[in-house]
């Protein structure tokens, strides 16, 4: 069973939670979020085409990869359901850095070890940071089984 370390375990979350829910388009709205070829994005554009006397507008979207930052489109009529992805946000409290890897603290005091430093400018900056000593605030956004730190800031200065 060489295959067995490929796969990664993610939290669940509450009972029966999809990754994602249906909407139609027409209801879909700039910086929402959106299922596009598999992807949860981000929606950074949004228009529709009135089509001929029996044809159904159209809605023509653009957006961004929220994992990846990479740029997708899809053009659907308004009146059909496309999936939204259940994006969740947690900050956590950042403990350590170690091999490649954040050490993050949850809210029962157990530790989350199995999110990557970003490998960007913002992973770079928060390894820096870290080393110089600050105390710092990670936020996670998780979507459809995926997770990534997203931003961090500097722990508010405590007494």
């Not at 509450?14 to 070829?37: D, E």
């Not at 949004?46 to 930052?69: E, P, Q, R």
């Amino acid at each position: 069973m060489a295959d067995e370390e490929q796969h990664e375990e993610f939290e669940t979350v509450g009972a029966g939670a999809s990754l994602t829910y249906p909407m139609q388009c027409s209801a879909l709205r700039k910086n929402g979020h959106v299922v596009i070829k598999g992807r949860p994005c981000k929606i950074v554009d949004m228009s529709t085409s009135k089509t001929g006397k029996h044809g159904h507008a159209k809605v023509n979207l653009v957006a961004i990869d929220i994992f990846t930052g990479k740029k997708l489109e899809d053009l659907s009529p308004s009146t059909h359901n496309m999936d939204v992805p259940n994006v969740v946000r947690i900050e956590f409290p950042l403990l350590d850095i170690d091999d490649g890897f954040l050490s993050l603290m949850k809210d029962d005091g157990s530790t989350k070890d199995d999110v990557k430093v970003p490998d960007n400018e913002l992973g770079k900056k928060l390894t820096e940071e870290f080393h110089e000593g600050k105390e710092l605030i990670v936020t996670v956004v998780a979507a459809m089984g995926e997770e990534h730190a997203l931003s961090y800031k500097e722990a508010p200065k405590s007494g």
